[in-house]
């Protein structure tokens, strides 16, 4: 075990016999690992990325604050607060996150365990318990006092910015990748208008914006393996007032994708409609009648915007020399964001099929 890794537990669980520390989960920002005590207690042990969230002490306020308010409402709706949850623990010294000696932020969840995380969809029911679970989390913070939030990251989901960033990175090509990536920046660049759409609509006041989670995949939804019911949603780092669209659209992006996000081979990619449609039919339902007929019709564009924002985000990542997402092999990025595209592209062609009706 590293060094820096034993004194970090021996914050967290001092006297406690660790017998095991694994990775965990398939994050592209933090570093994730399963430990196991002696005693056979299970624990999400976390290195937090302070490059990408530089105000930790803020982060995990609003982790902490979030989770004691759901396990509030949870407990109100008959469910069990306990799985239906994180519960982040202190350190010996009351804080929920321990700064090591080289500077590295570190914090500690309970493992809810008998769960899975599916990084890419087995079926409709696991799209459908994960609209709900994701609808019903909308409906739970509606009265959650957003103002007290911190910003973790600013203008996440500002895509018209997101857009600004990708032609910064292409003007400067500082690794030389621009020529390599060029049939995608020509795709990104035909869409721009389309990247304002959604913006707009909320400066011009025709959109709420709402306490959102802002990273709706669906490996963040821990599903029962039996039932596929969703059990707890996990990644509280970037719940920060957004749009419902974006949300929505998130889920769509990676849960109702034909292919895994960096799948090389971008024939495999597509839009399934009936996992689209599984998950509208949950999320909907999940928000319990709080969404406008506005909302509701902008679900589809949500879609589309936020899977071009991500190709967008993966593309820019690439041109700057991939320091933002982790990779595990050369051009990932890339992959990454030509899965994003196809998946655009697709979603223009089946675009009437995505549309949503408002109940009346
Ligand atoms: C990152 O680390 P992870 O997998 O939870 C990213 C999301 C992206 C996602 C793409 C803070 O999430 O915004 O949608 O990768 N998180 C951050 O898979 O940038
Ligand atoms: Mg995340």
Known sequence: MEAVIREVLQKFFPGEEIVSVGPHGSGHINHTFAVETEAGKKYVLQKINTDIFKDVEGLMENVVNVTDYLRGQ?????????????????TVDGKYY??????????????IDNVISLDQAENEEALYASGLAFGRFQAQLADYPAQTLHETIPDFHNTPKRYQTFEKAVEEDCCQRAASAAGEIAFIRARKVETEILTDLLKAGELPLRLTHNDTKLNNVLLDPETYEAVCIVDFDTIMPGLTAYDFGDAIRFGANTAVEDEPDTSRVSLSLPLYRAYVKGFVEGCGGRLTPKEIETLPVGAKTITLEQGIRFLTDYLQGDTYYQTSREGQNLDRCRTQLALVADMERKWEQMQIEAPH
């Open 74 to 90: 949870i407990a109100q709706e008959g469910g069990d607060p306990e799985r239906g949850t994180m519960r982040a623990l202190p």
């Open 98 to 111: 321990y700064k090591d000696v080289e500077g590295g932020c570190w914090r500690v969840y309970l493992l």
